[in-house]
């Protein structure tokens, strides 16, 4: 059986802790997009851990993790994190990296910030992780797959001098940088190929031979529907698709052969980086909710920027279970609202007047004003409980509240840091 953890909002919503709790009972986990740019927070036996790259179910010695063709592959971040989670006590994970997968270069990431420097105060928030120089390249098809590392040395040196002579172009006369010698981006190449070698596979054929074999696939994404460069609230979206049926792409398997998708959301809205967010608070109520919320307070797990916070958005979060083809909803971080007396709900957005519950395009959604419906608060500490019904009264009416405004079920409620505090919910 193949599954989908991905994100219903901006991301940061707790997919890698699914992950990693699901990661029990699955035997291939794949991270099939995305970059190192953004991070999973987990919480487990061996500690708390931000992963970047690795997929989430790592922490288990009976999976193999697999780094899929869709994903923006750092290799020396890749191998980085591996003997981080080695070194604290953490057994040796079997990683598979696809030979379709392409490598960020140390100039996407250079890029990366040159065209922030140069925005300025119209940049798009970007962690200057390389990701979206990366991704032109790989669809200017100017990129470097993995399998590119093994080719003839005359044959690579001969792309290496291509590809560079439009680099340099660009950085003399837009950014009035030092050029790229070709010498150093073979010496790069050939650096990756040592680290990389013993790890590469045919993926798809590999996850091809593990569904005729009926096992438990995994598949995990990064960040959430609304930072989808199609589906999102672009411009200030990321440069990969963060939708569940891009698994089908960015791992190599049939798209029918995904049977469920987890959808996660937080039982409270955040998010890093820009862009329209129409629940968004601010001030000492933002700074109360994002010093209580996640795992340690609501900071980047790649950046360490303060997230922006916000109530709980049914608008956006019904619009991105839809597009991700939610099967089953995680809510996360129920715990972390038990101090409030009351919590808004945004059930709504005002536009120009009129009250909508569909999410508009970008250009209408940054018009929009929030339309709020106040629900009671359960004011107690709901940690180690994992009985739905021994929750109290107003939290399962919160729960089920925002059940019936999305639309779909949720199955898994979050009401703690930990892998195991999670109440598994019949439906």
Known sequence: MVRAVVGANWGDEGKGKITDALGKESDII???????????????????????????????????????????????????????????????????????????????????????????????GSTKS?????????????GFQVSELFMEESG??????????????????????PALQAEEIYKELMEYRRMVEPYVCDVSAYLWNAVQDGKNILLEGQLGTLKDPDHGIYPMVTSSSTLAAYGAIGAGIPPYEIQQVITVCKAYSSAVGAGAFVSEIFGAEADELRDRGGDGGEYGATTGRPRRM???????????????????????????????????????????????????????????????????????DIRGIRNYDELPENCRK??????????????????GPGRDDIIFRKR
Request: aromatic share 12%.
């Open 310 to 380: 916000g109530w709980f958005d049914c608008v956006a979060s019904k619009y991105g279970c839809r597009l991700q083809g939610t099967t089953d909803v995680a809510f996360t971080v129920l715990d972390v609202l038990g101090y409030l007396d009351e919590i808004p709900v945004c059930t709504g957005y005002e536009i120009d007047g009129k009250v909508t519950t569909k999410f508009p395009v970008t250009r209408l959604l940054e018009k929009a004003k929030p339309v709020y419906e106040v629900l009671p608060g359960w004011k107690c």
């Open 130 to 142: 390389g990701i979206a120089p990366f991704y032109s390249d790989k669809y200017a098809k100017i």
């Open 30 to 124: 794949v991270r099939f997009q995305g970059g190192a740019n953004a991070g999973h927070t987990i919480v487990n036996d061996y500690g708390k851990f931000a992963l970047h790259t690795l997929p989430s179910g790592v922490f288990y010695d009976h999976t193999t993790s697999i780094i899929g063709n869709g994903v923006a592959l750092n290799i020396p971040v890749l191998f980085q994190e591996i003997r981080g989670i080695v070194d604290r006590g953490v057994p040796a994970p079997r990683i598979l990296v696809s030979d379709r997968a392409q490598i960020v270069m140390s100039y996407h990431i250079l890029f990366d910030k040159l065209e922030e420097e140069r925005l300025a105060g119209k940049s798009f």
């Open 156 to 177: 690579l040196k001969e792309k290496i001098e291509r590809v560079i002579l439009q680099k340099n172009v660009i950085l003399e006369h837009l950014y009035h940088a």
């Open 398 to 415: 919160y729960v089920e509240f925002i059940e019936e405004q999305i639309g779909f079920p949720i199955t898994m409620v979050s009401n």
